[in-house]
């Protein structure tokens, strides 16, 4: 079985202040993603990443795999308010029909 | 276009009564998929489609049954409901192709009590 593991579970910080989420399994992932989810909706894609190394960037938002494909991160810097959220990550199975989600990590930006 | 719309969005039952969930997508998917949602958790895989006529077990599909008898929807039933499955519910759609951008578009979840 497929598991992925995220920390911190809860995240809370002052704006202005950089922040790092990590996304972990001992499994390898065809891809990896990373959505955001806003109070009563649904997940939001914000990227997926390929290739073992890859780095994508997205304003303020870094993105990492990792070399192995079995770790991820992302940063954010210089956090907002609207950044809040709960983060998810998700692997891509090699047979590319089923993702396996992580338990995410709730992110509150202080003003 | 509507995206994913999922029907209904609340919902409060009693133990052993049954219930249907009711998700739609308009951008053609070939892929669908019910989630759960519960606190610390994350999503976690109930059942999901590769195409009309399909339908495949997750993670946790005990108490669950699913049809796709058309590929726009995508039902998800709960035969006899018990406590255990208060949660709130998410559909989900995809392309499904392969090379790894398989981008999921959600709905916005139903939020089910069992009592």
């Known amino acids: 079985t497929q598991l992925l593991e995220q920390s911190p579970q809860f995240l809370s910080i002052q704006e202005g202040e950089n922040l790092t989420v990590y996304c972990n399994s001992s499994s390898v992932f065809s891809s990896l993603q990373w959505y955001r989810q806003e109070p009563g909706e649904g997940p939001v894609l914000l990227v997926t990443?390929?290739?073992?190394?890859e780095v994508k960037k997205l304003k303020r938002l870094t993105f990492q795999f990792g070399d192995a494909r079995k770790d991820s991160s992302l940063h954010i810097t210089a956090a907002q308010t609207g950044d809040t959220g709960l983060y998810l990550c998700?692997?891509?199975?090699?047979?590319?029909?089923?993702?396996?989600f992580g338990p995410g990590t709730s992110l509150s930006v202080i003003p | 276009n509507a995206g994913v719309t999922q029907t209904p969005k609340f919902r409060v039952l009693k133990t052993g009564q049954s219930m249907t969930l009711l998700c739609a997508q308009d951008m053609n998917h070939e892929y669908m998929y019910w989630y759960r949602q519960d606190p610390g958790m994350g999503l976690r895989l109930i059942h999901y489609s590769v195409g009309e006529g399909t339908t495949a077990k997750g993670e946790v599909p005990d108490g669950y049954n699913v049809s796709r008898l058309k590929k726009q929807n995508f039902l998800l039933g709960l035969e006899s409901a018990a406590p255990s499955q208060t949660s709130v519910y998410f559909c989900?759609?995809?392309?499904?192709?392969?090379?790894?951008?398989?981008?999921?578009?959600f709905g916005p979840g139903t939020r089910l009590t069992v009592l």
């Open positions: 990443v390929v290739t073992g190394g």
């Open positions: 989900a759609s995809t392309q499904g192709l392969a090379g790894g951008y398989n981008e999921q578009f």
């Open positions: 998700a692997g891509v199975g090699t047979s590319y029909d089923k993702v396996i």
